[in-house]
């Protein structure tokens, strides 16, 4: 089996920098996924880390250690339109789902205030 | 047009009923896969299926059911909707050693 955790909530200023960790622990670990998700809607893919170390896409970042079973998800210069949840999801070889299925921690929702 | 549709979108129905939520996507993927999504529990895996002769139970498959009619449809029964089904229901594809799963809009399901 596997356990994911995030925080559940997280607040923070339009413009400013927010960092949502992961903690993951997983038996044959073979990648760790971030989505986005606006209340209501469909996930949409973020970020995929396999390797150690920091992958940037724009304004968002995720790091990765395998050792520690430790991911972050970074969003820089937020907006109001970042308010969304944010869903860990670790792929597993040994879970259900194959070498394709998704375990998804709970999510964190992140506010973010004017 | 959307690439992974979902139908219907939201349903209400009683305890007892059968009911089938269809997935369907022009995406040209082999897997498919369907979750439910409840408050506080995140996503969960029930059924996945990696082409039309593959299906595989994920985490929580009792009560439920799948066909895959074709590469680009699979269905999800409840033979005997229960109100602890009352939930949140995503299909997603996926394709082939990519690292991405395109999720559909989801199905809104209410047992009463």
């Given at each position: 089996g596997q356990n994911i955790d995030q925080p559940t909530e997280m607040t923070a200023t339009e413009g400013a920098i927010v960092q949502i960790n992961c903690t993951y622990q997983t038996s044959g670990f073979n990648g760790l996924f971030w989505?986005?998700?606006?209340?209501?809607?469909?996930?949409?893919?973020?970020?995929?880390?396999?390797?150690?170390?920091?992958e940037e896409k724009g304004r968002f970042s995720s790091f990765l250690s395998r050792s520690k079973g430790y991911s972050y998800l970074l969003l820089k210069e937020l907006q109001m339109k970042d308010s969304a949840?944010?869903?860990?999801?670790?792929?597993?070889?040994?879970?259900?789902?194959?070498?394709?299925?998704?375990?998804?921690?709970?999510?964190?929702?992140?506010?973010?205030q004017p | 047009d959307a690439d992974v549709t979902q139908t219907p979108r939201n349903r209400i129905t009683k305890t007892g009923k059968r009911i089938m939520l269809e997935c369907s996507q022009t995406k040209g993927?082999?897997?498919?896969?369907?979750?439910?999504?409840?408050?506080?529990?995140?996503?969960?895996?029930?059924?996945?299926?990696f082409d039309v002769k593959?299906?595989?139970?994920?985490?929580?498959?009792?009560g439920y059911s799948v066909s895959r009619q074709a590469q680009a449809k699979f269905s999800l029964s409840l033979e005997s909707a229960i109100p602890n089904q009352t939930?949140?229901?995503?299909?997603?594809?996926?394709?082939?050693?990519?690292?991405?799963q395109f999720f559909g809009p989801g199905t809104r399901l209410t047992v009463l």
């Open positions: 989505y986005q998700q606006h209340a209501g809607e469909a996930p949409t893919f973020l970020s995929y880390n396999v390797l150690d170390g920091l949840s944010y869903l860990c999801a670790v792929r597993d070889l040994y879970s259900g789902g194959g070498a394709d299925g998704l375990t998804f921690g709970k999510g964190t929702h992140l506010i973010i | 993927h082999d897997r498919m896969y369907w979750y439910r999504q409840d408050p506080g529990l995140g996503l969960r895996l029930i059924y996945y299926s593959d299906i595989n139970k994920g985490e929580i498959s009792d939930a949140l229901y995503f299909c997603a594809t996926s394709d082939y050693p990519s690292n991405e």
